[in-house]
């Protein structure tokens, strides 16, 4: 069954807490996206890597975010600290062939 | 800086209408477009990839156009069905592999 998988699906924490969200790419996918989704902003890319070295992520805030692929079956993003207008679902996306990307469920993060 | 929009935010619609859902980009340059359906509460789910070269795709009840030139597609439901309800999102890639996209069409199909 290839599926792309998220966890945790559900993450409450406190301000100033670290979060760590996971994602299982496909297998044999190797570009894997970080979103994030607000109903404020809608969808928003936050960094991709390709064949686990970064690409992009200047959609992130560089003094908290942090997104590694430690292998190629592990895509993690790293909160540090959080703060209350991180809530939001995160998303993983991977591209399989002709570049069609396919999501994870997300991860819904809530900090208080 | 490629802007994606989405018209109507919102559509409802009785059971069984055709219906389009129209989406607009602002750089033609683009490599491939798609259409995804959100559910509350759940991740996308892939409905079509329209290459760039390429008019129309379709997939059982869903037909999804594509004009580059002016910076248009339609997603085109054909017999709507309750199930259909849902937010459609549409999504450009430029030649970065970044998607830009629609802040989405939310349908609701009713009995």
């Known amino acids: 069954d290839a599926r792309v998988t998220q966890t945790p699906r559900h993450k409450v924490t406190e301000m100033g807490q670290e979060v760590t969200m996971r994602c299982q790419p496909i297998?044999?996918?190797?570009?894997v996206f970080w979103y994030r989704q607000t109903m404020m902003q809608g969808l928003e890319l936050l960094a991709y890597?390709?064949?686990?070295?970064?690409?992009?992520d200047s959609g992130m805030p560089k003094d908290r975010f942090s997104a590694e692929m430690p292998d190629a079956t592990l895509a993690t993003l790293k909160i540090q600290p959080s703060e209350p207008r991180d809530s939001a679902v995160y998303f993983c996306?991977?591209?399989?062939?002709?570049?069609?990307?396919?999501f994870g469920p997300g991860t819904r993060l809530t900090v208080l | 800086k490629q802007e994606v929009t989405q018209i109507p935010a919102a559509l409802s619609v009785p059971e069984g209408e055709n219906l389009v859902l129209n989406c607009s980009f602002t750089?033609?340059?683009?490599?491939?477009l798609q259409w995804f359906r959100q559910d509350p509460g759940k991740g996308l789910t892939s409905l079509l990839l329209?290459?760039?070269?390429?008019r129309e795709q379709t997939s059982g009840r869903l037909n999804a156009s594509l004009d580059k030139s002016s910076g248009r597609s339609t997603l085109y439901i054909a017999a709507s069905q309750p199930g259909d309800s849902a937010t459609y999102l549409c999504?450009?890639?430029?030649?970065?592999?970044?998607?830009?996209f629609g802040k989405g069409t939310k349908l609701t199909v009713n009995p």
């Open positions: 999504a450009v890639q430029g030649g970065s592999e970044k998607l830009v």
């Open positions: 996306a991977t591209t399989g062939y002709y570049n069609e990307q396919f």
């Open positions: 890597f390709r064949n686990r070295a970064p690409l992009d």
């Open positions: 297998l044999g996918h190797n570009t």
């Open positions: 329209i290459q760039s070269s390429q």
């Open positions: 750089d033609s340059a683009i490599y491939n």
